[in-house]
């Protein structure tokens, strides 16, 4: 997939924990930031964002001063769920790894379009992939993303969390791989074609203790919303905010949305297709996360949901849901 250069940024308080991991060295961080000629701005305002290309001096210069080629880890292991905006705080209210998991998938895009994110499984193995990584992200970014990844789902999972394997399209440092095995406490393998952590697929519908639905697709919402300022490109998230804004119009359907986004239904179906989905693929998907979320509402009546969910009646509402999880809406909510 070719990127566009304007899509080769990240969101700019990623140089927050740059410069936490320079302070825990003793390093000041305007200086590594006034030598690499990149402007620190304290703002946690996902639109301003950092080139790659800067990020990868800033990098050159920290690795330099420290000496450390595993700097990128360091820098990881500082990245908070709030550098991330609305997204570190949806993924906080993530129900289960697979939701996290899809979550990264639908939106970290936010936080860099320097690479597609997705997930899935082969076998008992399930697998979070970054893939298609411009060649402008440096080793320690996707040394940090990985850390970062495995830190942030350690801490959600709360109990021990080790991965099968991980996979990493940078080639070993020359120092050797240990720190990598140390902290994955798994087997690590570089000059891999794309960056994937391997769990037991076992533990990804495990319940989180610190699951909210409802925080999470409010949190999505305005994942969304920035997102269609970053990138206009980005179709499927533009159907998706159309989808989640107008669905208890009744109104709904594959001919609206594409006159809504200026172009025809076929026109829209082959541009979802580019993405591996469809229309009613994201509507279905769409339908049941925010069906999942108002479930726990216990305010809402059923009916009320059916009706926020565009479904013509309570029955096709509980036919649907049973088909997602397997139960009736009132099952599933007792």
């Not at 206009?232 to 989640?244: A, F, M, P």
């Not at 999880?325 to 599933?332: A, M, W």
Request: glycine content about 6%; charged content about 25%; some cysteine.
């Amino acid at each position: 997939m070719k990127h566009d250069p304007i899509q080769h940024s990240t969101i700019g308080s990623y140089a927050h924990a740059i410069a936490a991991a320079l302070e825990s060295r003793g390093i000041e961080p305007c200086e590594v930031f006034q030598e690499a000629g990149v402007d620190f701005k304290s703002s946690s305002d996902p639109l301003l964002r950092l080139k790659n290309e800067e990020i990868g001096r800033l990098f050159a210069v920290a690795t330099k001063l420290t000496g450390d080629p595993y700097f990128g880890m360091e820098v990881g292991k500082m990245l908070q769920p709030s550098n991330l905006h609305a997204l570190g705080y949806g993924l906080m209210a993530s129900s289960t790894l697979r939701d996290f998991c899809k979550r990264v998938e639908n939106y970290f895009r936010l936080v860099s379009q320097a690479a597609d994110f997705r997930h899935y499984e082969e076998g008992d193995v399930a697998i979070l992939e970054a893939r298609d990584i411009t060649p402008d992200v440096c080793h320690e970014s996707q040394d940090a993303y990985v850390v970062f990844m495995l830190r942030f789902m350690r801490f959600l999972y709360q109990k021990p969390l080790d991965p099968i394997w991980v996979e990493m399209l940078r080639s070993c440092p020359e120092a050797g791989p240990h720190p990598y095995r140390d902290y994955f406490n798994c087997p690590a393998r570089f000059g891999c074609e794309f960056v994937r952590i391997a769990l037991d697929s076992r533990v990804m519908d495990e319940e989180l203790r610190g699951g909210n639905a409802e925080l999470a697709l409010q949190n999505d919402a305005v994942v969304i919303r920035y997102l269609q300022e970053i990138d206009k490109s980005d179709i499927v998230n533009s159907v998706r905010g159309l989808v989640i804004k107008n669905l208890s119009s009744g109104t709904l359907s594959k001919t609206n949305i594409a006159s809504r986004l200026h172009m025809s239904p076929r026109n829209l179906q082959f541009k979802l297709a580019a993405q591996d989905t469809s229309y009613q693929e994201i509507l279905d998907t769409t339908r049941r996360e925010l069906a999942l979320a108002y479930i726990e509402q216990r305010r809402l009546a059923i009916t009320e949901i059916a009706y926020l969910l565009g479904f013509t009646d309570s029955a096709n509402f509980t036919r649907a849901f049973r088909r997602w999880t397997g139960k009736s809406p009132s099952e599933f909510r007792n």
